[in-house]
């Protein structure tokens, strides 16, 4: 069905059909999207609800909701820059409610495809890593002012690095860093022989940490099943397990009680990319969604 590369960004969106089967869009549909990127699953969604009124753009990055306001600025849908938890306590203090919620987390193609915002581990740029241009924390800050201790922390907790203690102490003996090959490249030439880029997991790490990536998702969820409408689904596409872990508990407690439950699971196991998307989008290589129907209040 749809493919829809985006021709600006070259983001495709992952698991395009799968989101439209499991939200089900119909005609008139109030939709949520709590990370509109680059539109490439609000305008699918779009296309079957046909209700550009009733639908809510989230996004932090700057670049993005400029993409959004250029694609929708004149059209009455309503675009939102702030983080998804903040915008959704303003949602809800306005009484805001949606038939169709959507979270596609992370980070978009162009974050990775644009060395200057500092993503990327093989692009030279600047330590910066920040989803939101306006925010202080930048990844140089935590490269080169964090306590050895304190990376130590998130590199085994953010980056799931087994050898987080070594890192921390190439970071902070070689410090200062400005820019993301010194960094790659000095963890690189340390750690040769690896299945993935050496760096692959201290650059998650730092990056999780920027952003703030789960405790705002953690603190978000709870305010997404109230501002679901009864009757409403809800889907969330992870993409590492950290996340992952985050979305499964919240959905499992939320359905597990039998007369208690909020929500019926659409799918038991999350839905993840066919080979053929992934030769297509290699992003989608560990994309997971999960999703729900909120059964009552
Ligand atoms: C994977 S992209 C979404 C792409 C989008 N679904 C599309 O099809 O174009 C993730 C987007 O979420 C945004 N984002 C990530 N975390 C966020 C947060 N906590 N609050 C708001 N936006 C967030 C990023 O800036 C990025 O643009």
């Known amino acids: 069905m749809h493919q829809n590369k985006n021709k600006y960004t070259n983001h495709i969106p992952v698991l395009l059909n799968e989101v ?15 990370t509109a990127g680059y539109g490439g699953h609000c305008d699918a969604v779009l296309s079957f609800t046909t209700n550009p009124g009733g639908m809510v753009l989230v996004d932090r990055d700057n670049q993005a909701i400029r993409f959004l306001q250029n694609k929708y600025g004149k059209s ?19 009484n805001y409610r949606f038939d169709l919620i959507l979270a596609d987390l992370g980070v978009s193609s162009l974050h990775f495809n644009e060395a200057s915002r500092g993503f990327s581990l093989l692009r030279d740029g600047p330590l910066d890593m920040r989803m939101n241009q306006d925010q202080d924390l930048t990844a140089e800050k935590v490269i080169n002012t964090y306590s050895r201790e304190e990376l130590v922390c998130i590199l085994k907790e953010y980056g799931e690095e087994p050898r987080a203690r070594l890192i921390a102490d190439i970071i902070v003996n070689n410090r200062p860093f400005n820019s993301t090959l010194q960094l790659s490249n000095l963890i690189a030439g340390r750690f040769k022989n690896s299945r993935i880029h050496p760096a692959t997991k201290t650059f998650q790490a730092i990056r999780i940490e920027v952003n703030n990536e789960l405790n705002l998702l953690s603190d978000s969820l709870d305010l997404w099943l109230k501002l679901l409408s009864v009757g409403g689904r809800i889907a969330i596409i992870s993409f590492h397990s950290l996340e992952d872990r985050i979305v499964k508990n919240f959905f499992k407690d ?8 909020e929500l019926n699971l659409i799918n038991k196991h999350p839905i993840t990319a066919g080979p053929q998307e992934i030769v297509n989008n290699p992003r989608a290589r ?9 059964i009552k209040i």
């Open 254 to 261: 939320h359905s597990s009680s039998k007369y208690e439950a």
């Open 20 to 34: 439209i089967s499991v939200l089900d869009p119909k005609s008139g549909n109030t939709y949520l999207d709590l």
């Open 76 to 94: 009455k849908v309503l675009i939102v820059h702030n983080d998804f938890l903040t915008a959704s306590k303003d949602l809800l203090k306005s």
């Open 286 to 294: 560990s994309a997971k969604l999960r999703a729900a129907v909120k």
